[in-house]
């Protein structure tokens, strides 16, 4: 998994093909020790356009890439979005105005050149910088749940187009577009404004551009942080709380009040239209303790007792000056001997809750255990790339707790799976469905394991700001571990135009996701339990009868409807003539 080392210098042999399949270049490739190594290769000027495709073929495997090779036209203008009057705090329903501006690359303005412009909103979690480690964003139960439906995207959460138009540059190149910040029914998070216009010039050829502008509810924001996420009935939970501007900068004091909320869903009993019966489940919330926080600009804390088992809500609030308020707020999860109750889905699943986001090598996580069963008996499987232990679970009250050791050579990511059984729990038969029969559930999770102290920072400083066609810069790199401390290292420099890469849609790659690819469990889970039928209802009881001269069907229907209510009707024309017996 992880060397410790980095390997011996080898030779590995590398081929690159076009998108026809035909080789375009091929040779050897010999590694340095940090098992890295260059080659370079050149398309023809009329090579095919498209993907290509390069093979690297080495002694401890085989590793593939591809690159484009493609042809634009170099565009004559350009076009730019500027939001005016940004230099305060933007709150909701500001109203704004953006410049759009059309220029052509020899410096003439394109006036009277065509404009369309569209604005849209989508919701924006907002995390005010260097505050690492706080939690700023509040929770709408309601909207999570809306979430998992059309509603999400019909109520604004999602990007959302709620004004568009036209115009005309002016002779200055210029258009300026009125614009109102409307969060529409957005009332928990900030909110992203953006204007895309697109210009058009003579020959009806286009270009577009976009600028975006984030609105908030209030000027001050209120961060939090758990000691733990998981903890047993009856201990208390530490809270830190922070209250900082919209950049950043923390108050040196600040009242901040926290609420702990009971969560939950129960069954409510409905009395139908039709005179029926049936239960529906329904959230609810309701207050279970309560602190206050003086904060400063170092936090403040204050501590919270979570007295039975359940689902909770940690909710803080802070005011700004002209009293708007502003929330953050985290789930918090209790075990115990209480019953706990959460919302059910049509599918029985086992969920899991992590009592931190995210582990370093060394740490212990404790994992709570989510039941769709009151009781039950099972084991949780701890897999990557193959089995790595199994535990075994005992479900009382709907929860169950275990802990799992991090280790080092387990980056970047374990795979939990819990299964769980349950036996009967009624006679068989008392409800149409056997819904008292033994059940299975399972369920499943990533556990991610941070892979910071593998990063390197790296630096690239050039000697000038600006050069000429055909000049040479200096570029000065320089290379550190996660602590600061300077690291060896190999170095991949390139100097690309921006405008090509702005073309393809190209984002400079994450290297360390492609050295610890996110690891697959290499486990699986087969259940005969839910292959089993459910038990057949009785039948009911009928006479047979036996026909002499008659009409065979028609005996036997009426025996039916007389084992059904008790009395024997009087025989048709059609069997007056013939005999009947009962066995």
Known sequence: DILERPMESKECDWKVTDPRGDKVANGKLALNPFATGTFHVQPAKNAPLGYYQAEVVCPEGTIHGSFQVQEYRTPEYKTSVQWQDTDTNLLMFRELSAKVTGEYYFGAKMAGADVEWTLSRTSSPYTPPNNPGFHFS???QAQQWRGRGREYYRRG????????????????????????????????????????????????????????????WAERYVGIRLDRSVVAEGESVQLTAVVTRISGERYAEADVDVALIATGWEEVKVENSDGTIS??????????????????????????????????????????????????ALYLYAYGKGRTSWRQSENLQVEMVLDKKVYEPGDKARILVRSPFDKASGFAMISREGLVSVLPLKVENGTDTFEVPIEAHRLPNL??????????????????????????????????????????????????????????????VTTKDHTGKPVDATVALMVVDEGVLALTGYSPPDPLTWFYPRKIAGTVIEALRPLILPRPKPKPKIDTIVVQNGAREEAKMMVQRSSMNGSIPPPSPAMASGKARKK
């Not at 009332?187 to 984030?214: G, H, Y």
């Not at 936090?299 to 002209?322: F, M, N």
Request: charged share 25%; aromatic share 6%.
């Open 415 to 476: 795979v939990i799976t819990v299964a769980l059984v349950r036996g009967r729990t009624e006679e068989a038969g008392k409800t149409e469905t056997d819904s008292g029969r033994p059940m299975f559930a399972w369920g499943a999770l990533d556990l991610p394991v941070n892979l910071n102290h593998r990063k390197i920072e790296v630096l690239a400083k050039p000697d000038r700001n600006a050069v000429g066609p055909g000049e040479e810069v200096t570029i000065k």
């Open 157 to 216: 959460f999602a990007f959302d187009t709620f004004a568009r138009g036209t115009g005309t540059l002016n002779s200055q190149g210029t258009l300026l577009i009125p614009a109102k910040l409307d969060p529409g029914s957005n009332r928990t998070n900030a909110a992203s404004f953006t204007l895309e216009a697109q210009v058009f010039d003579r020959n009806r050829q286009s270009i577009a551009a976009r600028a975006s502008v984030l609105a908030h």
């Open 279 to 328: 239960y529906n489940q329904e959230y609810y919330e309701r207050p279970a303790g309560s602190c206050k926080i003086q904060a400063t600009a170092k936090g403040g804390t204050c501590r919270l007792k979570v007295e039975k088992a359940g689902t909770y809500k940690v909710r803080a609030e802070t005011l700004d000056k002209a009293g708007r308020p502003n929330h953050a």
């Open 138 to 140: 509040d929770i709408d």
